[in-house]
């Protein structure tokens, strides 16, 4: 049974930093790819930052430069080190995973099975 627990969420000011963990139980015997995922208030949900099996990193266009996904395997653990927060990066945010193969993960939300529960972020300005 696959299972996701985020945590790290919180409020923080502009230019401050938070690193989101999600604690996961998945069979990485299996390609899998894992991603952070989104959603503020009267917004769609949006792909922020994926990884797959391979570490092999994707990155939303508004936060490139400024967020690192990594993963533990060693600790079951997924990261997102979010640096230089912005207003706007205030959201709910989600950790995803799924087995198939996604052409465009970050962009197919909708296809992910597995969710976590969400952890808030608040960037204050």
């Known amino acids: 049974q696959v299972q996701l627990v985020e945590s790290g969420g919180g409020s923080v000011q502009a230019g401050g930093s938070l690193r989101l963990s999600c604690v996961f139980s998945?069979?990485?015997?299996?390609?899998?790819?894992m991603g952070w995922f989104r959603q503020a208030p009267g917004k769609e949900r949006e792909g922020v930052a994926g990884?797959?099996?391979?570490?092999?990193?994707d990155y939303a266009d508004s936060v490139k430069g400024r967020f690192t996904i990594a993963k533990d395997n060693a600790k079951n653990t997924l990261y997102l080190q979010m640096d230089s927060l912005k207003p706007e990066d205030t959201a709910m945010y989600y950790c995803?995973?799924?087995?198939?193969?996604?052409?465009?993960?970050?962009?197919?939300?909708?296809?992910?099975?597995?969710w976590g529960q969400g952890t808030q972020v608040t960037v204050s300005s």
């Open positions: 990884i797959d099996k391979d570490a092999r990193t």
């Open positions: 998945i069979d990485t015997s299996r390609n899998y790819y």
């Open positions: 995803a995973a799924d087995f198939k193969s996604l052409r465009d993960p970050l962009k197919a939300s909708g296809d992910f099975t597995y």
